[in-house]
């Protein structure tokens, strides 16, 4: 008899050899290690740094004002809106994978749905403070949420601005109760595995008294289908909600209708990308290549491709009603964005976001994991310029010459751009560390070695039921 194969996780053996076991233990030993890889120690360092100085950075605009910034007249909306639209974006893909494809049955969103929707949670904390820092005196945002306060003041609810308050809190709130409900069985799990009593405590909390019984799971995937339908409107409405910041204004390059689905298209197109460039480095890091495999990135990469071209299909709309308005305004704006003092930005942008995923066309590149994390990056970089280009340039140089100036962002402003990555990775790694970062009792449903195992046996598992833990 053969012997198993070591180097496979999932390599069954020709008898006596549970698959379920082997991605319980594969995923499972990655909390339960005692000292994560070096790499982790490396990225978690360099990481909280970053949150320092993100957190300093905002205390000493809160201490001297916001005025450190770069912000001036009439560029007022900066690198603070520019973040916090780029953030909200990053956010979305983890709704898309976790609800819309749950709902399309697409199975191969198992193995990356759990850390998308951290990646949304991280995200949308990221993009929370920055509305709150840009009013200036963020020991006052409580005026923007509809509750009594000593001044007898209610927020302007024809404000976008105030939109957005209730766009991104149901956001956040429907995406923590999904991401949560999620693990519950996989905290049994690590309940049940944990080997001490703080850890059997706190997983077992959090599990909620999970036993897996057929009770149980019943109610659970009812659930998870409710809140997954909840979800869904969610990705058209609360990026449509934020665009509505700027098309519901007069300035041209932002007075338009196209900026709904406009900015929904690349809000899912940015937010794949972080989820590539999230990707590869966990299963080199944590030894997931059996999990997340190369079929997952090339699928991922696929959407890459329809949604840049979706992109890139917005940047030419935006000219062709510019040129139909009729309004000189509008025409000047986007021939300033081509040939003007942001020229530099906005072919950053088009390269970036239109001409760097066309690699995705070829498979060898689709199927490579760090081609696909280095156009990954590259797609990242450009929306964030993506977001400056609709933001600053409309305000740079709008209806009066005599108005207009060159934004130049200060150091604090790129502190407080780097910082935010420090706060999110920083996130994302305690995450990857101490709680289940792959969906278990998904991904046993439906990945290959146990469909295999299942039919070799005569039967197959249809159903949570039958891969408790």
Not at 111 to 128: G, L, P, Q
Not at 355 to 365: D, E, S, T, V
């Amino acid at each position: 008899m053969d012997a198993p194969r070591h180097d496979n996780p999932f390599a069954l053996a020709p008898r006596g050899d549970n698959p379920f076991a082997k991605i319980t233990d594969n995923i499972a030993r990655i909390a339960e290690a005692e000292r994560p890889p070096r790499a982790w120690y490396i990225a978690f360092g360099v990481s909280l740094a970053l949150l320092t100085l993100f957190l300093g950075s905002l205390g000493y605009v809160a201490w001297v004002g916001i005025g450190a910034w770069g912000n001036m007249m009439p560029v007022a909306w900066a690198f603070p809106i520019v973040n916090f639209v780029f953030w909200i974006g990053i956010g979305h893909a983890g709704t898309l994978i976790s609800a819309i494809l749950f709902l399309l049955r697409q199975n191969w969103r198992t193995a990356i749905n759990r850390f998308a929707e951290a990646m949304t949670i991280f995200a949308v904390v990221c993009a929370a403070i920055f509305p709150g820092v840009h009013i200036g005196r963020p020991w006052l945002p409580y005026y923007m949420v509809p509750i009594p306060n000593q001044m007898e003041m209610w927020p302007q609810f024809r404000s976008p601005l105030e939109w957005d308050i209730f766009a991104v809190s149901t956001y956040g709130t429907i995406s923590i109760l999904f991401w949560y409900m999620g693990m519950i069985p996989d905290f049994a799990t690590f309940r049940d595995r944990s080997k001490t009593t703080i850890r059997r405590l706190a997983y077992g909390l959090l599990a909620m008294g999970w036993r897996g019984s057929s009770r149980q799971w019943h109610r659970y995937e009812r659930a998870y289908l409710l809140l997954a339908a909840l979800a869904t409107p969610l990705v058209l409405s609360v990026h449509s909600v934020v665009s509505f910041d700027f098309a519901t204004a007069q300035l041209p390059g932002w007075h338009t209708t196209i900026f709904p689905p406009y900015f929904v298209a690349g809000a899912i197109f940015g937010g794949f990308a972080m989820v590539v460039t999230l990707a590869v480095p966990a299963r080199q890091l944590f030894g997931l290549k059996r999990i997340i495999t190369l079929d997952h990135l090339e699928l991922m990469n696929k959407v890459l491709i329809a949604t840049g071209l979706l992109v890139g299909y917005a940047y030419g709309m935006e000219f062709f009603i510019a040129w139909y308005s009729g309004s000189m305004y509008e025409g000047f704006t986007f021939v300033n964005r081509l040939f003007g003092p942001y020229a530099w930005a906005y072919w950053t942008m088009i390269f970036c976001n239109v001409l760097a995923p066309q690699l995705h066309w070829f498979k060898k590149i689709r199927r490579n994991p760090w081609a696909t994390l280095a156009i990954g990056v590259v797609i990242n970089v450009g929306m964030w310029f993506e977001r400056f280009v609709i933001i600053c340039t409309s305000l740079a140089r709008d209806f009066l010459p005599s108005s207009w100036h060159y934004y130049v962002p200060t150091a604090l402003d790129y502190m407080t751009l780097g910082g935010s990555f420090g706060l999110f990775f920083t996130l994302f790694l305690l995450f990857c560390r101490y709680l289940p970062m792959v969906a278990m009792a998904e991904v046993k449903a439906f990945h290959p070695s146990v469909l295999a195992h299942a039919h070799a046996s005569g039967h197959a598992a249809h159903s949570h039921g039958e891969i408790r833990n």
